[in-house]
């Protein structure tokens, strides 16, 4: 029995499938710039380090800082001016109260001419109309209010991606240099994330059945890994074969390469 056991673990050997394929980074991103300017940063010294919260590439941002300290300006003059608006319209609807309630009084006095009580209408509609027409400025101011909020988000919006920070990723290519006047969709960056580390096999058709569930050993040691994803269209440059990842720790160097055996359990 044991000897059939030992025919059986070699030739689970015998047929193991091997791969070769490098430790890559979880991710490499292409950072493209979303706005236009001219860069007045960009530390070369940064490749191949672990980026911090402070910026790495900086472009030129000064007009933006400035037009939003006058926009919020703008927003607190605008607030002020509805507040008092506001007061008199309270004003005004109290005043209204006293002028609409004398007018009924007079329109019923006979001993008054139509021409006093088409004086108190008149004077009543007047203030109506005031009241009116401040409430409508109040509504105007409201709504450049909104529009002046929408300015306010496209300034900070532009400021924070004229600022740009990848906290935790490696830098691992800079495109650009201080004095690059660079537009939308401009390439800026490459950063890596290292926090993981994958590797990308391709699988023949017969090897995707239960691919998952294969042992992963790597450059002969058996691993607790397994594969992280199977992608089962074939690929464009490896024909007829199938891509795989397998997701491991970050390894001290990158881009080493191993070999991969897929093992029946």
């Not at 193991?16 to 530390?43: D, M, T």
């Not at 290519?173 to 960056?189: C, D, F, N, R």
């Amino acid at each position: 029995m044991k000897f059939f056991i030992i025919i059986l673990l070699m030739l689970n050997t015998l047929f193991a499938k091997v791969y070769y394929a490098k430790v890559e980074p979880f991710e490499l991103r292409i950072i493209s710039s979303n706005v236009s300017g001219l860069i007045i940063q960009a530390n070369e010294d940064l490749i191949g380090k672990v980026l911090s919260s402070k910026p790495y590439i900086k472009i030129d941002s000064i007009v933006d800082t400035k037009e939003l300290k006058y926009i919020k300006n703008k927003l607190n003059y605008i607030q002020e001016t509805i507040n008092v608006n506001e007061r008199i319209l309270e004003n005004l609807e109290k005043d209204l109260k006293r002028k609409r309630e004398n007018y009924k009084k007079v329109q019923s006095l006979k001993f008054k001419s139509s021409v006093e009580k088409d004086r108190e209408f008149s004077d009543l509609i007047s203030n109506e109309n005031l009241y009116l027409n401040i409430k409508k400025e109040i509504n105007n101011l409201k709504i450049q209010i909104t529009d002046t909020k929408l300015r306010e988000a496209q300034l900070t919006r532009s400021i924070s991606d004229k600022n740009l920070i990848a906290e935790g990723f490696v830098l691992y290519e800079m495109l650009v240099k201080p004095g690059h006047v660079v537009g939308i969709s401009t390439t800026l960056a490459k950063v890596a994330d290292i926090s993981k580390a994958k590797i990308t096999i391709f699988l023949d058709e017969q090897d995707l059945i239960n691919a998952s569930k294969k042992i992963v050993y790597i450059d002969g040691k058996k691993t607790s890994y397994k594969i992280s994803r199977v992608l089962n269209i074939a690929d464009s440059k490896n024909i007829s074969k199938y891509m795989a990842q397998i997701i491991i720790k970050s390894p001290k160097v990158f881009s080493k390469l191993i070999k991969v055996e897929l093992k029946n359990e």
